[in-house]
């Protein structure tokens, strides 16, 4: 069975750090690994996606990605009390063809 | 100019009647879905069409049908309401295959009295 683990929080940081958040898989054959945000009563935004071993950078956001540890991580520097939301780690197997598989979310405060 | 859009938003209903959700994308995406948001927030998949074919269909009860009239539309049916059914459903679409992201809809709480 196809898991993802994100600890569920809250995750607290103050205004201005860096927030790290992480997520764990069980599928080896995941390719794609995605980080989602949602907003309470809101639907997932799609933050980040990441295909490789290694990082990726988008603005504030940077996603890491380590296949052989089975690991995806997410940094938001300089954070903003506007990045307080739950973020959702979610990957794809094989072709894709199946939906994605969320994690639990991880819920983001940002202490002003 | 909303991508993907769903109707209704809210929907208040007893247990034991039949609805449905209707979604649409104007993405010109090939595969769209739908999620479940249980009241943990847990999002599940459902359902995926693409080509107006079923690809998969998890472990969900049949009472849950979902449609697919053309490519920018995927509607969901539910019969016999329960309380457990009471959710967040979302619609979702993907472009082309493989690994690209799926856009969400802004999702249907349905609660059932």
């Known amino acids: 069975q196809k898991e993802v683990e994100q600890n569920s929080g809250p995750l607290s940081v103050p205004e201005g750090a860096i927030a790290s958040l992480n997520c764990t898989y069980s599928d080896r054959g995941s390719q794609s690994f995605f980080w989602y945000r949602q907003y309470s009563g809101k639907s997932p935004e799609l933050i980040m996606s990441i295909y490789s071993n290694g990082d990726k950078e988008d603005g504030r956001f940077t996603a890491q990605l380590n296949k052989a540890s089975q690991y995806v991580s997410l940094l938001i520097r300089d954070s903003q009390p506007s990045d307080s939301a739950t973020y959702l780690c979610a990957g794809y197997s094989g072709g894709g063809a199946d939906g994605l598989t969320f994690g639990k979310g991880t819920h983001l405060i940002i202490q002003p | 100019d909303t991508a993907v859009s769903q109707t209704p938003k809210y929907l208040v209903t007893q247990m034991g009647n039949d609805k449905s959700i209707k979604c649409e994308q104007n993405l010109g995406h090939d595969t769209m879905y739908w999620y479940k948001q249980d009241s943990k927030k847990f999002l599940k998949i459902m359902f995926s069409?693409?080509?107006?074919?079923?690809?998969i269909n998890e472990t969900v009860p049949n009472r849950f049908s979902p449609k697919s009239p053309d490519k920018a539309h995927l509607n969901l049916h539910i019969n016999s309401l329960e309380l457990g059914d009471s959710a967040v459903y979302f619609c979702?679409?993907?472009?082309?295959?493989?690994?690209?992201?799926?856009?969400f809809g802004d999702g249907t709480r349905l609660s059932i009295l």
């Open positions: 979702a679409s993907r472009a082309g295959s493989g690994n690209q992201p799926q856009h």
């Open positions: 069409y693409n080509n107006k074919e079923l690809i």
